[in-house]
């Protein structure tokens, strides 16, 4: 009984290192790709270059927010790689109630320094790209970034280098039109910061249109 079991699961192995190969070489005389490679598909918006407008806030500040409008520019390289050659962002100064509050009670806050103006230049990185569909009506496609780069600060009362690091979400209108919203958290370092570590931080939130071209 044994000698008939053994002798069964042989022949089976021997039809498997047989049947197992054929039916491989058969799939790729044929052309079949894989399943993984039937639902990677290409990108369906490419572009090489874009052009940005938007409008955020940099709400860190608990005496002073600001209220931002900014335009850069992007060079795409490939599907994954871009470079935000330039990115300008203006900020209007909005005092808090907090703020208000002290200066009614004759106490006022420390004259902390506030960000007028920067620029920003960045590595981007578009390391998901996905399609899906808005209640089974229309197709969307999207991709999201990831951004570390400088950037250079004008405040009330000095100016400074720095470093962006960030992430966005992109959602494709057309071949030509995205809406964009970015996240960056920027940190302009004080003359004394390999002293004492000392330095001005800052968290951008931003909503955008591109261009892409």
Do not use: C
Request: hydrophobic share 45%; glycine share 8%; charged share 20%.
């Amino acid at each position: 009984m044994r000698r008939t079991i053994f002798s069964g699961l042989a022949v089976l192995i021997l039809l498997s290192l047989v049947i197992v190969p054929a039916t491989v070489s058969a799939q790729e005389e044929e052309g079949l790709r894989p399943y993984s490679s039937l639902v990677v598909q290409d990108r369906q918006y490419i572009q090489r270059h874009e052009i940005t407008a938007a409008v955020g806030a940099l709400p860190l500040d608990a005496f002073t927010k600001g209220l931002t409008v900014s335009g850069g520019y992007s060079l795409h390289f490939s599907e994954l790689f871009a470079w935000e050659v330039a990115h300008f962002h203006y900020s209007f100064h909005v005092d808090t109630r907090l703020k208000g509050q002290l200066e009614a009670l004759d106490i006022f806050p420390s004259p902390f320094e506030v960000l007028n103006y920067y620029v920003t230049s960045n590595a981007v990185f578009k390391p998901l790209y996905w399609k899906g569909s808005w209640l089974n009506d229309s197709l969307q496609h999207g991709e999201m970034l990831l951004t570390v780069g400088g950037a250079y600060g004008w405040f009330t009362r000095s100016t400074r280098p720095g470093v962006s690091l960030g992430a966005g979400v992109r959602l494709f209108s057309s071949e030509r039109i995205s809406f964009r919203l970015d996240m960056r958290y920027l940190i302009f370092p004080d003359d004394q910061f390999f002293q004492d570590l000392s330095y001005k931080d800052e968290i951008s939130i931003g909503l955008g249109i591109s261009l892409g071209f």
